[in-house]
Every structure is written in structure tokens, then in C-alpha cells.
């Protein structure tokens, strides 16, 4: 970019805004039920109603799982959940031998470093900058992530919790790699989680991935993989 | 491009579209299939109407204090290095992306869905500039291949078979022939993986502008606008300034609903929000991100307060899948970037309320499009205030006569008493023209039979009639 910066309409379209907004807006049909879109499921300690509106989300941890798992395979996300540490190195040597990878991708984060190490995987860790013809030919991206949504079967993952922006997105086959105790109610919990888990610094990508990748564009007909990955895997370790 | 006024360009589509039963049947195929599913996901919520009230007022705040969230908005995202642009229409907005083009020395543009970047004519401002521009959104790379305009906001290529669409690919790429949906989705893959890898820069719209976090929320399925934004090394937004919404939370509904109300779906595949270029130590992003804030003629509708709440607008096409004038005219005839009825709503203030009423009169004004929105705009009632506002600021000379005739008529009760017996004589003689070139109703009578007049008026039975048998003597 230049040095001069170009100039821009905003003071204008602010004034028109100003403007217009003069004359207030009657308000029809609207009688929305109290309480805001903002609180999350469940967390009503400080007195707040929880949401009632949205598809409803059970109590307990193992109830939320049961659902997180039916939510995943009605969207075709394969959810596969290993007892230790050590049942995650036989899942991962499993998927390879099954997938036939040669090489995966993937990122230092505590569940899934030595895993990966231990399962015996060639992999290119993109922690210090990749290629991207070279993330691009891997058989797989393996993940963390930020939280597992109950109510969607949705995975939030954010740059720091899932190396980076295009990992999970550009190799054929995302692992996410995460532990039960990150199962959250709802898309309103998983968000607050994004905000306050980075030391008041929300994250400047954050993605809720549901699903591989899909496409309806011809006769609206369901085809997995449009862009990005055909398969979705997610192993969650108690 | 025709050169025919827009009144005339749909009266002539629609006439031709409506007659197309091969048409017919793949729009009635695809949407039936979508009412199944949006209906199984609207049975999943806890309370559909109560979370439509709820985000029609997220909009409704957002939209009355425009100026206020906007400015955090710009602030917050400006605050992590993404440069702001205010763009007071469709030619700054491209002058401004074709200057960074230009002054990185792009050559290719990767570009995922976006309706705004369609309302400005991004995509051939930026290839007269001698930008390649790509579309990577499977529907809109199919219908820009044949050189087409998107048939329905959210799904380009609803129009087409798969016939079609192998045709073209074929003709275009040099394919080898595909006959299932899945095959064709590959060939587009593969021809996408290869831009996605070189392009320079990547161009989205926006679905949310969240005030608070200063963030870009983009909803898809296909995964492309995530590759677009993150692998090119500058990535540019155009956000309509409507997309505003208060709070980082708010997409907890507003998610949800866009994805049940747009496909279906629970959720969509992708929803990433995006709030800077590459931040320090992150691993990946672009180096440069650029948010362009467009009004063209948006403040125009905000101006309007009985109609500002189109403004609400999600553009999740669910207006477009239950209204039965789209269904039979499809979406190329309205002309417009905004198909049915939200289109037909916003298009007069977007671009002239003269040339571009008559799609307020193609209503049948059943409401099912306002019953339908998830944010509860009240559209039909739209349509009718857009058709009193094109009478009141330019009425035709001749129907303001008819109108002024009949006022004369109405209030004179001997006048009146005559016409009728008038009206019986010209009724005796009309058949002798109907149906031809003379006929004075040739409109009306080319697909109906025109009524009769009663052979007696209520007046002339009641006066006439015999005295009634009626027997007072019980009483």
C-alpha cells in the first residue's frame, strides 16, 4: 500500500445515519421474550434465565456426550472416544492403517503432541511456518480445539487451540483431537469460553466447524468435500 | 445485457419462465426437499417463534443505533490491523479494491459468495482492471462459467441439472463427461485447489459485522470461504453496513437460525468469525485484511422508518423459497441481485422506486414470506406500502381519471340509477368484440370469461317484488 492512506466517505455515511435515524422506527410484531440471546445454557447462577428458545441441551456430561456423538453422525462427523492416552495412540494407528496415510500435519498442543510421536506418524508440524503445497498433499490435519458444542455436534476452533487457520481446513481429513471436559452446553458457552480463554484477548480467527465439508450447489443433492475436508474425525479422550 | 425496461424485461421472463415445466419441476424438486428439512430442524427448537421475536430485536437494535455500532465495529476490528474502508457506493467501493489490486501488482483474485460483491459489479470492475477474479462457491462458479447471473441468493445454481452443468464444464474446463452431482463437485475441486494455493488475494462478504469483538462472521458450507481468507496474502471483506450486530454472542441465535431458516440445516458447516490479518504469533492468515463498509443507498432505506426494518435483513432466502411468484417466475426474471420478496422490498429504495415497482405488484400478498422470515420483517406489508408510495409520487394520468369518474358517479344517485340499464345495452352489443383486437377488457378476457351484468338490480327486484305472504295475525 501507499504511504496516503484513501479518503474515505465515513463521516458522510455517518451523518446520513444520523439523519436518517431522526424519525424512530415503529415497532411491529416484536414482543420478545425477556432476557437476552446472551447468557449461556445452564450457567443461571447470576440469576439469568437460560435460554429457552434454542434447541434444548441435557445436564449431565455423559448425557451431553451421548448427544455431541448423535448431533456428529447425523452430520457424518465420526466421534470416537478412547479411555487414556494410551487407547488414543491405538485410535491413531488404527485411522492411519484404515486411511492409508503416509504423512499427516499437525500442531504442538498438550493432548496430542505425544500421541502423534508415539503413534509413530510421519508428520510436518506447521508451528513454525509450512508450505502450503506441502500442507496441502498431507493425508490429514490433526487438531486441538477450543470446545465441543452439545447442541450442534459443532467443533470451535480458534488459531491458537488448532494451529492456525488453514490446518483444519486444507488436507483431506481433520483429526480433532479433545478432551470430555471440553464438552460445552451451547454456541453462547462455547463463545464465552473463546472470549475469556485468552487472557481477555479474544482470538482473531475462530471458526465453528460442523460437519465435513458439503455442498448442495447441483440439484441440491448432498456431496461431502466441496473445498475442503471429505472426512471429519473427532477423538475424544476421557 | 437487455436493453429493455425493467417492467418489461420480467413481464416477458415471467411470462416465458412461468410455461417452462422443465423448469418446473427441478425448482419444485429442490424445494420440496427443503421444506422437509427446515421443518424437521424448526421442530427442533425449543421455541421457533419465540427466537424469531428475539432476533428481529437483535437487528432492531442494532439497525436504531447504526452509527453507534457501526463506529465500535470499525474501531475494534481497525484495532488488530485491518484497515477500514467507508464506501458511499458500488464505485468507491471497486475503486478502492482495484487501487490495492493494483498497487500489490494481484493478477488473481480467489473470491467466495458474496451478494454485495454482486450488487457493485466486483467481479467485472475487477477483471477490466486485468484481474483474473475466480468464484470458488460451487453454485456461483457453475453459473459464472455460463456467464449467468446468481438464480437465488443462497443457492446460484438451483436452475440447473446436472446435464447442464457437466455441459459447461465440458465446454469450459475441457472436463472429461460426469453424470453424478458428486463427479462434478470434483472436477470443480480439483480446478479450486489449484487457485486457492496461488491466488493473491481472496474477496468474502460478510453474514455478521459483530460490534463488540470487532469480528466478520462468514457462514458457509463448502469450506471455501475459509480457504479463500486464509491462504492468499491479502484478504478483502465487503460488508453492507445493515450487517451490523451488537454483541459476539448474538450468533448463538442468529447461527442457528440463519442456518435453519437459509438450508435446513441445524448448523451450517463453516461459520468463522474473523477479526484481523495475521496477528502476532499466529502460524498463518493474510498479511493484509481490508473491511469495506458499503451504503449504496442503504441510509436511503434507514430513512424510511415504516420500512426500515428490511434493513433486518439476514439474506437467508427463506422469503424466496415459499413465495409462489418466485417459484413460478424464478429467480433471473426480477432482474435484480435480490431475488422475491425481500428483493422486491428493497430493490425500489436500492436503485429508483419508478423503475422498479412493478415487483410489488407481482404479489399475490399471501404473507407467506413474512410468516417465514426469521427476523420477522413484515414484507408483505412492504410491497403494499411500496405500491402506494409509486401511486402517490407519480399516478397515471388515466386511472387517475377513472378513479375521479367514478367519484363523480358514485355521489350522484340518479346518475347512478341510470347506468345501470346503460351498462345492460352495452352488455348486449359486447360479445360482439370480445375477445378481439377491439375489445376494451382483451387483458382480462385472454385467460377469463368476463361477468355479466344481473339482469335486474336490487332496487329494481325489491320495488317489483310482490307484497310478501307474511302472517301477522299470530302476533
Known sequence: ?238 | MSTLAPSSQFARDADRVSHDLRHRRLIQKALGGYYVKRDEQKAKFANWQEARSLAGEVKYEAINHLDKYLIQFADAIAARGTKVFWASDGAEANAYICRVAKENGLKSVIKSKTMTGEEIHLGPELEKAGVEVVESDLGEFIVQLREEPPYHIVFPSMHLSREEINEVFQRKLGSQPAFTPEELTMIARGVMRQKYCTADMGISGANFAVADTGMISITENEGNARLSTALPRIHVAIVGIEKIIPRLEDLALLLPMLATAGSGQAITCYNTMLGGPRQPGEIDGPEEMHVILLDNQRTRLLADPEQRDALHCIRCGACLNVCPIFKNVGGHAYGTTYQGPIGSVITPHLRGLQSWKHLSNASSLCGACTETCPVKIDLHHHLLQNRRNAVQGKARWWEKWMWKGFDFLMTRPALYRWSAPLGRIGMFFYPIVERTAADPMQHWTKTRDFPRLAEYSFKEYWKNRKTPDVDTSTH
Open chain 1, 1 to 238: 500500500m501507499s504511504t496516503q492512506a484513501p479518503i474515505d466517505s465515513r463521516e458522510r455515511i455517518l451523518a446520513r445515519i444520523r439523519e436518517a435515524l431522526q424519525s424512530p422506527a415503529p415497532k411491529r410484531h416484536l414482543n420478545p421474550p425477556p432476557g437476552l440471546p446472551t447468557q449461556p445454557m445452564g450457567t443461571d447462577g447470576a440469576g439469568h434465565a437460560p435460554q429457552e428458545w434454542l434447541p434444548q441441551v441435557p445436564e449431565s456430561l455423559e448425557d451431553r456426550i451421548a448427544l455431541f456423538e448423535r448431533n456428529s453422525k447425523e452430520l457424518k462427523t465420526r466421534v470416537i472416544r478412547c479411555a487414556n492416552e494410551a487407547a488414543l495412540i491405538e485410535a491413531l494407528k488404527i485411522l492411519a492403517t484404515e486411511q492409508a496415510w503416509r504423512r499427516v500435519a499437525s500442531h504442538q498442543f498438550s493432548l496430542g503432541h505425544t500421541a502423534i510421536l508415539s503413534a509413530g506418524l510421519p508428520v510436518t508440524w506447521v508451528d513454525k511456518g509450512y508450505q502450503i503445497a506441502e500442507l496441502e498433499s498431507a493425508d490429514a490435519g490433526i487438531t486441538g480445539c477450543e470446545c465441543l458444542v452439545t447442541q450442534t455436534g459443532s467443533i470451535l476452533i480458534t488459531a491458537a487451540s488448532s494451529g492456525g487457520r488453514a490446518l483444519s481446513v486444507l488436507p483431506p481429513h481433520h483429526v480433532v483431537i479433545a478432551h470430555r471436559s471440553q464438552v460445552v452446553a451451547d454456541l453462547s458457552e462455547a463463545l464465552a469460553v473463546a472470549k475469556t480463554s485468552h487472557q481477555g484477548k479474544e482470538p482473531a480467527f475462530l471458526s465453528f466447524i460442523t460437519g465435513p465439508s458439503r455442498t448442495g450447489d447441483i440439484e441440491r443433492i448432498l456431496v461431502l468435500g466441496a473445498h475442503g475436508p471429505k472426512h471429519l474425525t473427532v477423538i475424544l479422550v476421557d
